[in-house]
């Protein structure tokens, strides 16, 4: 699939972030992007049924924007295409678990990490 620039920026809310919170979730999406090499808008959307771990710069993004925007799980769900917050601390901890086994993986969310 094929998405124009901003093609989802009318559904991606702009200001889901914790008070107090320096980072927005469209940084830490951008980050990631980066430095996965991916368009940003389609780490918002939802993987089809059955192809869970299939983006892992998507969990990647979720796990930062817990970890560097302040975000809680209800609001990173609501902003990735409306995931329920169990499937987002799924994500999270299946992508942290894969970092710890992965070192090219770990490094990549360090460098993300490190233009946040």
Not at 97 to 109: C, K, N
Request: charge should be positive; include cysteine.
């Amino acid at each position: 699939m094929i998405l124009k620039r901003g093609a989802l920026s009318a559904e991606v809310p702009q200001q889901e972030r914790a008070p107090g919170s320096a980072l927005d979730h469209s940084e830490v999406v951008g980050a990631v992007a980066s430095i996965f090499g991916v368009v940003a808008n389609t780490l918002y959307l939802r993987a089809s049924l059955g192809r869970a771990g299939a983006n892992p710069a998507r969990a990647v993004a979720m796990w930062l924007c817990q970890e560097c925007a302040g975000m809680t799980q209800p609001e990173i769900g609501r902003v990735f295409g409306g995931g329920h917050y169990s499937a987002v601390s799924q994500a999270v901890r299946r992508i942290k678990g894969r970092a710890l086994s992965a070192p090219a993986l770990s490094e990549r969310v360090e460098a993300a990490r490190g233009l946040l």
